[in-house]
T-cell receptor
Framework: GENVEQHPSTLSVQEGDSAVIKCTYSDSASNYFPWYKQELGKRPQLIIDIRSNVGEKKDQRIAVTLNKTAKHFSLHITETQPEDSAVYFC????????????FGAGTRLAVHP | EAQVTQNPRYLITVTGKKLTVTCSQN?????MSWYRQDPGLGLRQIYY???????DKGDVPEGYKVSRKEKRNFPLILESPSPNQTSLYFC??????????????FGPGTRLTVL
């Protein structure tokens, strides 16, 4: 079935450094790719998303890139801050008959002051 | 305030005792979904609903039932809970229009323990 692989599972960076999280998806009909941030004990919240007709999207310190040919998308966080510490999930949605949102296993990001 | 609510937030029960977790949204969203979250496995979709009376299985539907009789409500039913259903459950909803899929809003979560 469809799946989304996410790497790395844990990531530790120094404050001010950049962080990159990568995901690959299996369903070529996937057309929507959200990224969620989940702080400890909280619900997941959308931080950025991208649709299949766009290659890159940026929102302040956060950017997402999509390579449809390689079925690969990435989250880039620049100038990391301690409050960026959380678990990040990528996901892929396919409306090509399945209408399911498939999540990656998550990346635990730790930003050290 | 636009929101997704779930009840109860915490529940400890015993094997075999039927339970229902309610989910309600006030945003007139078409798409609603249930997920379970387990350490190291991320969020896995249990069931989803594209609209009233339209439901379909996600990736881990075994042991669960849902219904969508009204647009705002999407209860999750465990007819005979087992310990392997101990998990953190999230309900979510989103707009699903001609533009496709949109941001999914999550409820606060229900932590279920089955003894």
């Amino acid at each position: 079935g469809e799946n989304v692989e996410q790497h790395p599972s844990t990531l530790s960076v120094q404050e001010g450094d950049s962080a990159v999280i990568k995901c690959t998806y299996s369903d070529s009909a996937s057309n929507y790719f959200p990224w969620y941030k989940q702080e400890l004990g909280k619900r997941p919240q959308l931080i950025i998303d991208i649709r299949s007709n766009v290659g890159e999207k940026k929102d302040q310190r956060i950017a997402v890139t999509l390579n449809k040919t390689a079925k690969h998308f990435s989250l880039h966080i620049t100038e990391t801050q301690p409050e960026d510490s959380a678990v990040y999930f990528c996901a892929a949605f396919s409306s090509g008959g399945y209408n399911k949102l498939i999540f990656g296993a998550g990346t635990r990001l730790a930003v050290h002051p | 305030e636009a929101q997704v609510t779930q009840n109860p937030r915490y529940l400890i029960t015993v094997t075999g005792k039927k339970l229902t977790v309610t989910c309600s949204q006030n945003m007139n969203h078409e798409y609603m979904s249930w997920y379970r979250q387990d350490p190291g496995l991320g969020l896995r979709q249990i069931y989803y609903s594209m609209n009233v009376e339209v439901t379909d299985k996600g990736d881990v539907p075994e042991g669960y039932k849902v219904s969508r009789k009204e647009k705002r409500n999407f209860p999750l039913i465990l007819e005979s809970p087992s310990p392997n259903q101990t998990s953190l459950y999230f309900c979510a909803s989103s707009l699903h229009d001609s533009g496709g899929y949109n941001e999914q809003f999550f409820g606060p979560g229900t932590r279920l323990t089955v003894l």
